[in-house]
Each structure stands twice: as structure tokens, then as C-alpha cells.
């Protein structure tokens, strides 16, 4: 009978990082990065010189690339999800009456 072996996989459950850029800031890097293509081929098409379409497409990709990383490092893998979802939540409620309270269904 032989035994078989298989390899363990240390890296489940944890955050996808790709040169310091975490989870969905991989994904944002990719479309900066897919933008300032599209950006760069209309300018060069609609006739810009190409030194300037190059210069600002280098520019605004280090911008936008520089970015990425900021909010990667500042905010981890879910941190900006979480500010964004913080900004959505009331700062207080208001009730007229406490019925809704008092009139509650109890088990």
C-alpha cells in the first residue's frame, strides 16, 4: 500500500499581496494602469504631440499607482470598505415615540 503526500498550504485565508499592494488595491492599481493605456492611445490619436501624451501618461501613472499604495498601507485590506460603509451610518436616530421600543415582541 503506498502512502500519499500532500503539500499543506500555509497561505489560505489569508490577503492576497502583490508587491505591497493588498486585496482590492490590486484591482485599482490594474484599472489606473488599463485607464492611462486608453488615456495615452486617444491623445496619441487625436494628434497630441507623442512626448506630451507620454509625459502625462507617466505622470499620472505614478500618481495614480502612488495612490493605490497609500490607501493600501493606510487603510489594510478592508479599511476603506469600513470607511466607506462608516460614512453611510447616521450620526444619531430620532423617535417621535417610544412605542417602537416598549411594544417589541418578546420570546
Not at 497561505?11 to 484599472?31: E, K, S, T, W
Not at 494628434?47 to 487603510?75: D, K
Amino acid at each position: 500500500m503506498t502512502t500519499s503526500v500532500y503539500p499543506i498550504h500555509k497561505g489560505i485565508n489569508r490577503p492576497i499581496v502583490f508587491r505591497g499592494l493588498q486585496a482590492q488595491y490590486i484591482l485599482y492599481a490594474g484599472g489606473i494602469l488599463i485607464g492611462d493605456l486608453l488615456l495615452f492611445a486617444i491623445l496619441y490619436i487625436s494628434g497630441i504631440s507623442s512626448w506630451i501624451c507620454l509625459s502625462l501618461a507617466i505622470i499620472l501613472a505614478i500618481v495614480g499607482i502612488g495612490t493605490a499604495y497609500r490607501l493600501s498601507h493606510r487603510y489594510g485590506e478592508f479599511g476603506l470598505l469600513k470607511k466607506k460603509a462608516a460614512r453611510r451610518l447616521p450620526k444619531f436616530l430620532r423617535s417621535p415615540s417610544r412605542n417602537t421600543f416598549i411594544h417589541l415582541k418578546k420570546n
